[in-house]
């Protein structure tokens, strides 16, 4: 649902949006590989330094921890969690939750 959303998107920024959502939303039951795929897809769209970009990397991060099994590639997840602990990334993002359960898991 989320993807068809992204695609039906009328520009950049709202197809980041919603491919951001649709990462925190099913972050937690899917599969690690799509949640990669989806960051990377994401990612390829999203303005550099932007809350999303940041929002992005983390989510990426974890998912190649979890996929791939080397703690190097947590440097990205580890350098949020400092800077912002389990605050929203931004106004909109309501989620922050979501980060930092998974924050926890790790």
């Known amino acids: 649902m ?3 959303a992204a695609v039906l998107a009328p520009d950049r920024a709202t197809r980041v949006e ?3 959502d649709a990462l925190l939303t ?3 039951s899917a599969p690690a590989m799509w949640v990669l795929e989806t960051a990377a897809v994401a990612l390829d769209q999203v303005e550099k330094g932007t809350p999303q970009h940041r929002l992005l990397r983390f989510i990426e991060s974890y998912a190649e921890l979890v996929c791939r099994c080397d703690p190097r590639r ?3 997840m580890t350098a949020e ?3 912002v602990g389990a605050r929203s990334v931004w106004a909109g ?3 922050s939750l979501t980060v930092a359960v998974h924050a ?3």
Do not use: D, K, S
């Open 2 to 4: 989320f993807l068809a």
């Open 18 to 20: 919603v491919l951001c």
């Open 26 to 28: 099913c972050l937690a």
């Open 74 to 76: 947590a440097e990205p």
């Open 81 to 83: 969690l400092i800077r």
């Open 93 to 95: 993002q309501g989620w």
């Open 104 to 106: 926890v898991n790790m």
